[in-house]
Every structure is written in structure tokens, then in C-alpha cells.
């Protein structure tokens, strides 16, 4: 099972990032107008006296805050699939198990975890701002460079060992 589990991990990023895709075409609107309820009840826009700049204000951060909906789903969607064949290639290396192991589980892990930072700011970033968010689920961000210790131990596995293939 903890050879599946890097696998599972994957696969559920890629299905985060197409159900939210399939949620923004169903209804875009819930998106848009949660972000600006959100902004509505931000305090430090809120402290902005002239209903012009706070209006000005709330439409630049809606566009923002939208786009971290949409980093979540890129990223979801591009690092679970690239993860799904990084771990395919993994089970082709003639390399020691525990490396492939430990690989797998960076990729799968990192991969997975990486993405869910774009969503929590895009859910959280109207009404904490959008650093706040960032800086208070960074937690997720980690898996970034997870996902990346494990592309260069990647880089290195192949260059060292041999591929498992039959020759043709």
C-alpha cells in the first residue's frame, strides 16, 4: 500500500484541479461573488474611507484573488500529471529501492501538498489579504520544494542507474 499511496496523491491533485475547473464553468459567479463578499469584509479595505479608492481596491484584489483559483487548478492539474509519470519512470530504474521509495513519496507528497497553497489563499486571501493567506498556509508551499528535491534526486537517478527496459 505505501507504494500506491505517492500514486493516490497524484491522481487526487488531478482531480482537485479538473473539479474546480468543472465548478468554474458550472458557475463562475459563486467564485467571483465570494471574493467580493469576502473583500466587502476585509478590514483593512474596509478602513478606506473614499468609496471610489475602495472601490478601485476591491475590483484590483477580485482580479487577483480570481487567480489563485486558477493557480490552484494549473497547478493541481499540470503537477499531479507530470507526477503520475516521474512515478511511472521511478518504477523503471535500476536504482536502490529505498531511493525509489523516498522519491516517490517526495513527488507524490510535494506534488500534492504544493497546489493546495493557491487554493487556501484564494479562499482566504479576500478576507486575511492575500500575503496573510500566503504567509499563513506557507505550511503547503513546502511541498514546493519537496516536489523539487525530488526532481533533482530524479536527475540523479537517472544518470547513475540503468533503465529496466527490454530491448527491442
Known sequence: MHKKIPFILATLSMVGGIFIAILFGVNEEMF??????????NPKIMQILDE?????????????NWRYYQRFHFHATAIGSMSIAILLLLNFMAAPTKLITLNSWLI???????????????????IMGRHEA????????FGGGAYLVGLV???FLIIKYPLKLKNA
Open 32 to 41: 467571483l461573488n465570494k471574493i467580493e463578499k469576502d473583500l466587502n469584509q
Open 52 to 64: 471610489t479608492k475602495r472601490a478601485e481596491k476591491i475590483s484590483s484584489e477580485k482580479d487577483k
Open 108 to 126: 507524490g507528497l510535494g506534488g500534492f501538498l504544493y497546489p493546495i497553497v493557491w487554493l487556501m489563499a484564494a479562499l482566504y486571501g479576500p
Open 134 to 141: 500566503k504567509e499563513a498556509f506557507k505550511i503547503f508551499a
Open 153 to 155: 534526486l530524479l536527475v
